[in-house]
């Protein structure tokens, strides 16, 4: 009975730990997801990482340098490359870009390539829209009478005279331009003698009475109708047509006419007539001048100065006057034409038709206009008395 009894517990005991073996192991306490906890010390050390970017960047990425701005000026010509007064456009251009280094650079536009008319100048040049222009009295007459007066064509009859008129001439124009907002640098235009070219002779104004010969300004037309001569204001570039279909019966041009058009097409006769008497010069607009630099404002003048001098000294000398009868070789020799020269009374009765010409008009313009003309022909007839 007492084995009975100590067997029980035993019995208990032993289903117990049966249960317990076979029962399930308790879960373990969830593990966090390791990715979540990498992630974050992830982010952590992304963060200075940007942190040491920004202060790498500022070490190499200094304040910018500034730069230096190059200055464009657009120079209107309607001169062609073949004109021997496109030879020093470019010269007073490229100096003026070279002296400055780069700084300033002046675009030379040939032939009215930027698509404005001479007549303009005044206007466009007064507002900057053209910083410079070749300065020519006679082109701009529309908007100022008197700059058109300012220079006579068929009044001088030498290149002696031509060349001592020239600072006479300079001076006036200079006063006049700036009147309209533009500053004004001259120089002794190459000398070309103006010439009638035509499929026949026309070296006397008896032969031209009742021919219609172009001219390009209203004073050159006025005179020669004072003489019985029919002629018509045309631009350079609708001459050729006109000779080849018989619009016209000559032309008032020059060798290079000859030379670099193709006028020796349509004409067979050079006659010679009068020498050219006005000065070019560079119109510069004071806007564009005023806006620049003091350094380089400097440099336009002086080079202005220098490109004045040295072309006055290449006319003035034995070179100048040969340069244009070599031209007028060339145009016999290599072109085919005929050389013929005006008598001495044609010229100067062209040259008395031409002065009348200048006062008359004058008078009509008003007391300022007349009053340069007579300073003007009182120079004049210093330098033809042999005072000057």
């Given at each position: 009975?007492?084995?009975?009894?100590?067997?029980?517990?035993?019995?208990?005991?032993?289903?117990?730990?049966?249960?317990?073996?076979?029962?399930?192991?308790?879960?373990?306490?969830?593990?966090?997801?390791?990715?979540?906890?990498?992630?974050?010390?992830?982010?952590?050390?992304?963060?200075?990482?940007?942190?040491?970017?920004?202060?790498?960047?500022?070490?190499?990425?200094?304040?910018?340098?500034?730069?230096?701005?190059?200055?464009?000026?657009?120079?209107?010509?309607?001169?062609?490359?073949?004109?021997?007064?496109?030879?020093?456009?470019?010269?007073?251009?490229?100096?003026?870009?070279?002296?400055?280094?780069?700084?300033?650079?002046?675009?030379?536009?040939?032939?009215?390539?930027?698509?404005?008319?001479?007549?303009?100048?005044?206007?466009?040049?007064?507002?900057?829209?053209?910083?410079?222009?070749?300065?020519?009295?006679?082109?701009?007459?529309?908007?100022?009478?008197?700059?058109?007066?300012?220079?006579?064509?068929?009044?001088?009859?030498?290149?002696?005279?031509?060349?001592?008129?020239?600072?006479?001439?300079?001076?006036?124009?200079?006063?006049?331009?700036?009147?309209?907002?533009?500053?004004?640098?001259?120089?002794?235009?190459?000398?070309?003698?103006?010439?009638?070219?035509?499929?026949?002779p026309y070296n006397s104004i008896?032969?031209?009475?009742?021919?219609?010969?172009?001219?390009?300004?209203l004073g050159q037309r006025m005179?020669?109708?004072?003489?019985?001569?029919?002629?018509?204001?045309?631009?350079?570039?609708?001459?050729?047509?006109?000779?080849?279909?018989?619009?016209?019966?000559?032309?008032?041009?020059?060798?290079?006419?000859?030379?670099?058009?193709?006028?020796?097409?349509?004409?067979?006769?050079?006659?010679?007539?009068?020498?050219?008497?006005?000065?070019?010069?560079?119109?510069?607009?004071?806007?564009?001048?005023?806006?620049?630099?003091?350094?380089?404002?400097?440099?336009?003048?002086?080079?202005?100065?220098?490109?004045?001098?040295?072309?006055?000294?290449?006319?003035?000398?034995?070179?100048?006057?040969?340069?244009?009868?070599?031209?007028?070789?060339?145009?016999?020799?290599?072109?085919?034409?005929?050389?013929?020269?005006?008598?001495?009374?044609?010229?100067?009765?062209?040259?008395?038709?031409?002065?009348?010409?200048?006062?008359?008009?004058?008078?009509?313009?008003?007391?300022?206009?007349?009053?340069?003309?007579?300073?003007?022909?009182?120079?004049?007839?210093?330098?033809?008395?042999?005072?000057?």
């Open positions: 009975m007492k084995k009975k009894l100590l067997l029980i517990p035993l019995a208990l005991i032993l289903i117990v730990s049966l249960v317990a073996c076979a029962a399930p192991a308790p879960a373990p306490a969830p593990v966090p997801a390791p990715t979540a906890t990498v992630t974050a010390p992830a982010a952590t050390v992304t963060a200075p990482a940007a942190t040491v970017t920004a202060p790498a960047a500022t070490v190499t990425a200094p304040a910018p340098v500034p730069v230096e701005e190059v200055i464009e000026w657009r120079f209107h010509t309607p001169h062609t490359e073949g004109r021997t007064e496109f030879v020093v456009e470019t010269d007073w251009a490229d100096s003026i870009t070279e002296a400055s280094g780069g700084r300033l650079v002046v675009t030379v536009y040939p032939g009215r390539a930027l698509g404005f008319q001479d007549a303009d100048m005044l206007r466009l040049a007064s507002r900057n829209v053209v910083q410079a222009f070749v300065a020519y009295g006679g082109y701009v007459g529309r908007d100022e009478p008197q700059l058109g007066l300012v220079v006579p064509e068929m009044v001088m009859r030498s290149n002696v005279e031509r060349l001592k008129m020239f600072k006479y001439f300079a001076e006036e124009e200079t006063a006049l331009f700036k009147n309209w907002g533009i500053l004004s640098f001259w120089w002794a235009n190459p000398l070309s003698y103006v010439s009638v070219l035509s499929e026949d008896e032969a031209m009475q009742g021919k219609k010969i172009r001219v390009w300004e005179t020669m109708e004072s003489l019985g001569i029919s002629a018509q204001v045309m631009s350079q570039g609708e001459i050729y047509l006109a000779l080849k279909t018989g619009v016209l019966d000559g032309v008032l041009h020059t060798a290079t006419g000859v030379l670099s058009m193709g006028l020796s097409e349509v004409t067979s006769y050079l006659s010679t007539l009068y020498p050219t008497a006005y000065p070019l010069g560079t119109g510069v607009s004071e806007i564009a001048f005023n806006a620049l630099p003091k350094d380089l404002q400097d440099i336009v003048i002086q080079v202005s100065a220098e490109h004045t001098q040295r072309w006055f000294d290449n006319e003035s000398g034995p070179g100048g006057e040969q340069a244009e009868l070599d031209r007028i070789e060339r145009a016999e020799k290599e072109f085919g034409m005929t050389i013929l020269d005006f008598s001495e009374a044609d010229k100067i009765a062209f040259s008395e038709a031409a002065k009348a010409v200048w006062l008359s008009t004058a008078q009509e313009i008003g007391p300022d206009a007349v009053a340069m003309v007579e300073r003007l022909q009182a120079a004049m007839g210093r330098i033809s008395s042999g005072l000057e």
